[in-house]
């Protein structure tokens, strides 16, 4: 189907638009008009950029109904295995090819193509730098806060905290620059080079006996045990054989450190990155590189998975259990997923790294299906695991929930100049509002959840809609004026630290601190500069970062998860857990971590007691064997939502009926659930059900689904939205 057609006459083109069909246009001659081509079309009254997926002498159309293309893009096609690959991921998550393959497509539609800018360099103050402009800063004030912003950050201030400053600053950082006021900083310790220990040697040598071929390696190494450093010279291999080396990351935050990293490890290696947090001209210069082949590595989120990749010698997936690979709106796919399929497809080895791999990734494991390579010491040899201790939640001695325990261990730490990290996973102050007279509790007028109080500025706000209102003074209900806020969130341990030691030098770091871009980073900085004493937050603090004088790390409120009705949460607490307790201890300091639980005697606590997270794989495992769940079986998820409640309901009866039907006429092994209530039973307005079938054997799952989605497509239900996820991570 590729190359030049002569007889150049329909070009059947998938556009992104809501059916995502793929519709005939007229291919005038001359064009060169391929499968894979970038080409602008009218659909409809709207212009949009579709793909090419084939180009034919034929139309079903009648010709005058045909309109003609109006224009190729000035772009290479996507390489057929990207065409490729978005056909499986059509026809696998059920979406429209349009949709699948708009995820393939550079961001063209901006229209005018920018020169990407240079990534913005970390500057440091030079000698002459400090003398210069401590004399000027005393005369102008306007100077004097850039000025200490410099000087107080040893390391210097990276590349997101300058891409975060006033216009004004950048002016003058420029200018400075121009002066030899301020430098780029030498190469820092970090980035020096390492000698492989035994453990990385033999990974590295693992992977490498794969080269050329199909294959899939679990690299399980606990946290620290330099994981970084074996794809790094897995990518150098397969770079230095000519290649081109895929990475994926979980987050985009994570990004510009590993790029630094593996920019140390492989010196004149043209690296591309790809990931949301790019303008669209940085993404498309990017995009450009990778598929001339002149970038030897392409680092990205999970979107950079359809990067085009002439020379693909090697796909590596970081933290492959991380759940943001899965795309939970639109094309539902998981980009680990689909990672294996494109190095399926392409005869190259792929790497699945983590410290806690997912179940299905050791399930493959075990059975055999993929290699597995283990490190099961931290890389630096000063640095040990660290001591896991228990404090009750409800202890006695708590101060507006800190236990006693943790309290003294952050005070010894205070007392040793050492870092602390306190990891609480809900924002907010607290996550509920209720009376202490009667049983009113602050719920969302369009969601069925609670209402998080806030702080800074005081609201109640909803975590899953964004309303926010007012925090009454009385209970609404009885009148009462005793509210109490219940429960534990970033801002009130926040505050409790700094009750409990004014002195000390407090961050805050989860969505709220982190909305303005480079803030994340800037904190991060300060704490590498020793600037702070205390970093309390979510998730986001759990990943990555190396801290070497960070020996504490406090746990609270993880409980929580214990109680959730997904069937993952406990596997997720668990990945949290250990990658948290991680941050302790990376370096010659011992490490410490303080979890705050009740239940200390549950399985997810003593398998990080004992730091063997494959007894508890054995454990979670078998229990979803005996339920049924994935790994061990497969699923579905129909959801649905629509204002009326009764419109949910008919529609998944409807829907519920022709799955039995769908269920007779494929022959098909799939057990149908009834239709039940959403775990957000109601969001902004919206009541929401869904509908989960299962299935032992993939094959009898995907017979049935040939049958069901189009009886469901043809459903009435103009009222309702649905959407179907196959293999969820969370019901
Ligand atoms: P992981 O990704 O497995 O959590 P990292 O790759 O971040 O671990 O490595 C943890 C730390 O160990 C880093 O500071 C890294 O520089 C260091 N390190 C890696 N390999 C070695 C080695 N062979 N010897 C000494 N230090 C190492
Ligand atoms: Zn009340
Ligand atoms: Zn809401």
Known sequence: MRGAVDDVSYARVAVPAATGQAFDYWAPEGLGVVRGSLVRVRLARRRCVGVVTGVHATSEIARERVQPLDDVLALPPLPEDVVALAEFVSAY??????????????????????????PPQALVLTEAGSAELAARAVRAPALSALFAKLRDAPGGIGGEAIAALAPRDRRRLAAWRAAGWVAEPEPTASARRVEPNDAQRAAVEAIAATAGRFSVTLLQGVTGSGKTDVYAAAAAGAIAGGGQVLLLVPEINLTPQLTARFAA???????????????????????????????????????????????????????EHDPSYKQQDGVRYHARDVAIVRARARGVPIVLGSATPSLETVLHARAGRYARVVLPERADPRARAPAIRFAPEDDPGAREGLAGPLVEAIRARLARREQSLVFVNRRGYAPSLKCAACAWEAGCPRCSARLVVHREPARLRCHHCGHAERIPRACPSCGNVDLHARGLGTQRIEAALAQAFPDARIARVDRDTTRVRGAFEAVREQVAAEGIDILVGTQMLAKGHDFPRLTLVGVIGADHALYSADFRAVERLAALLFQVAGRAGRAALPGEVVVQTAFPAHAVYRALAADDYDALASDLLEERRVAALPPHAHLVLLAAEAVSRDDVDRFLAAAEHEARAARARGRAAVEVHAPVPSLLARRAGHERAQIVVQASRRPELARFLDAWVPALRALPGRRVRWSLDVDPIAL
């Open 93 to 118: 998550y059920r979406e429209p090819i349009g949709l699948a393959l708009s995820l393939a497509v550079p961001p063209v539609r901006a229209g005018a193509r920018r020169r990407a800018l240079a």
């Open 265 to 319: 490890a492989l010196p004149g290696a043209r690296i591309a990155t790809l990931h949301s947090g790019l303008s669209d001209g940085e993404r498309l210069d990017h995009w450009a590189v990778a598929a001339s082949g002149e970038a030897a590595l392409v680092v990205g989120t999970r979107l950079a998975v359809y990067a085009p990749l002439p020379r693909l010698a090697l796909v590596i997936v970081d933290e």
